[in-house]
């Protein structure tokens, strides 16, 4: 099975501040990974897929990079709304997710 | 659209059937996915099924296996997740998701509560 290491486990900054999330593949996935906004209550809603590509409606300051086995998440400019956890997901087979981040606001 | 429903409470030891609804795409084309949220843990996937034409084949993750199936009445348009022996571990918001058509489905998730 293919696992995911996501990290920080959690994370405080500023509004405007800049935030890179890590996740890890422990084999080659390609850019089979999605990155998730998950925020209490609701169902997790899709930012990334395919790697690197921005879900229709996704805000611009939200990037993903990475291929293989190293992926980030990049928040380019964190705004009150983007308070939630985080999660990768692979989907090369059956789905993998990281263990996620949660983002708050410091 | 992903409608869950059946969750609730239950025994450990006991039984319960969830069930998920879908419109607004070619459900029978569809590889559905259970994924589940315990308490105050992140998202770990539940298992999958297949469409029929790529042969309707099922799996399940570790913790699951043995004890939940996965089903699809594509008449019905509807997934099924049968948990059979519940664990107290077992207690999570359960959710149905599938990508297709280049679109992201989510149903809005069903507590189940396995407690004594």
């Known amino acids: 099975d293919i696992q995911m290491t996501q990290s920080p486990p959690s994370l405080s900054a500023s509004v405007g501040d800049r935030v890179t999330i890590t996740c890890q593949a422990s084999q080659d996935i390609d850019n089979y990974l999605k990155w998730y906004q998950h925020k209490a209550g609701k169902a997790p809603k899709l930012l990334i897929y395919?790697?690197?590509n921005l879900e229709r409606g996704v805000p611009s300051r939200f990037r993903g990079s990475g291929s293989g086995t190293d992926f980030t998440l990049t928040i380019s400019s964190l705004q009150p709304e983007d308070v939630a956890t985080y999660y990768c997901?692979?989907?090369?087979?059956?789905?993998?997710f990281g263990g996620g981040t949660k983002v708050e606001i410091k | 659209l992903l409608v869950e429903s059946g969750g609730g409470m239950v025994k450990p030891e006991g039984s319960l059937r969830l069930s998920c609804a879908a419109s607004g795409f070619t459900f029978s084309n569809a590889w559905m996915s259970w994924v589940r949220q315990a308490p105050g843990k992140g998202l770990e996937w539940v298992g999958r099924?297949?469409?029929?034409?790529?042969?309707?084949?099922?799996n399940y993750a570790a913790p699951v296996k043995g004890r939940f199936t996965i089903s699809r009445d594509d008449s019905k348009n509807t997934l099924f997740l049968q948990m059979n022996s519940l664990k107290t571990e077992d207690t999570a918001v359960y959710y149905c998701?599938?990508?297709?058509?280049?679109?992201?489905?989510w149903g809005q998730g069903t507590l189940v509560t396995v407690s004594s």
């Open positions: 998701t599938t990508y297709y058509g280049d679109i992201d489905y």
């Open positions: 395919r790697a690197s």
């Open positions: 099924i297949k469409a029929k034409a790529d042969g309707g084949t099922t």
């Open positions: 997901q692979q989907h090369v087979d059956v789905l993998t």
